[in-house]
């Protein structure tokens, strides 16, 4: 190990990126898996921190947010192997803070905000500073969101002209059901709640009631 990747005493998140290298210079399993061969576990490990958030302990969220870590210092250690362009967790770190600073003018600038509203309207203004090739305003949405949370993120976005559908009294098909679920979506946002979570919510009573039928 060099100087300059000495680990500095007591600095545990630089452990554990030494950790992460070693294993994937030394581990034959993890020596082949790709980017793509880790988003399952990517996933997964994201819903299992939501669990955790929703419904764990705190033991269960400190260990659940280390496995989520994991994660990203995998993905860092394959992508600094990259023949064309290498990058590593440093290098993620760097380009974050970086972000972050940009994002907070009210914190490390002299911009002033005195409510979360303004807050935001930083937050906007230095993201679409950022964004500035996107053609859409749905651009940078990622498709392979739940399909609640991805409707609740679309309707925050589209145009104000862009109409919702009217949901019949009854759905006679899997198209007006669509509608009926997207009217709940957006009655969901007007109203301030997070559909995906009510789902996840009732899902989790509807277990609960289950497993003690079965009792």
């Given at each position: 190990m060099s100087?300059?990747?000495?680990?500095?005493?007591g600095d545990p998140l630089?452990?554990?990126?030494?950790?992460?290298?070693?294993?994937?210079?030394?581990?034959?399993?993890?020596?082949?898996?790709t980017h793509r061969d880790l988003v399952p576990?990517?996933?997964?490990?994201?819903?299992?921190?939501?669990?955790?958030?929703?419904s764990g302990t705190r033991d269960d969220l400190r260990e659940e947010l280390g496995d989520l870590l994991w994660q990203v210092l995998f993905h860092s250690a394959i992508?600094?192997?990259?023949?064309?362009?290498?990058?590593d967790i440093d290098d993620?770190?760097?380009?974050l803070n970086e972000k972050m600073v940009r994002r907070h003018p009210h914190v490390f600038a002299g911009a002033v905000?005195?409510?979360?509203?303004?807050?935001?309207?930083?937050?906007?203004?230095?993201?679409?500073?950022?964004?500035r090739t996107r053609r859409s305003v749905l651009d940078g949405i990622p498709r392979g969101?739940?399909?609640?949370?991805?409707?609740?993120?679309m309707l925050g976005r589209v145009p104000g002209e862009v109409a919702?559908?009217?949901?019949?009294?009854?759905?006679?098909?899997?198209?007006?059901?669509?509608?009926?679920?997207?009217?709940?979506?957006?009655?969901?946002?007007?109203?301030?709640?997070?559909?995906?979570?009510?789902?996840?919510?009732?899902?989790?009573a509807l277990e609960d009631e289950a497993r003690a039928a079965e009792a």
């Open positions: 100087e300059k990747d000495a680990v500095a005493p630089r452990e554990v990126a030494d950790t992460m290298r070693a294993v994937r210079e030394k581990c034959v399993w993890s020596q082949q898996i576990y990517l996933i997964e490990e994201s819903h299992e921190v939501i669990d955790a958030v929703e992508a600094a192997q990259d023949p064309e362009q290498p990058f993620v770190a760097r380009g905000a005195r409510t979360p509203e303004e807050v935001l309207v930083h937050w906007n203004a230095a993201k679409a500073a950022e964004k969101m739940p399909a609640l949370a991805l409707a609740q993120k919702v559908p009217t949901p019949s009294a009854s759905p006679a098909s899997e198209a007006e059901l669509g509608d009926a679920l997207l009217a709940l979506v957006a009655r969901a946002r007007e109203s301030g709640w997070d559909a995906e979570r009510a789902l996840r919510e009732r899902l989790r």
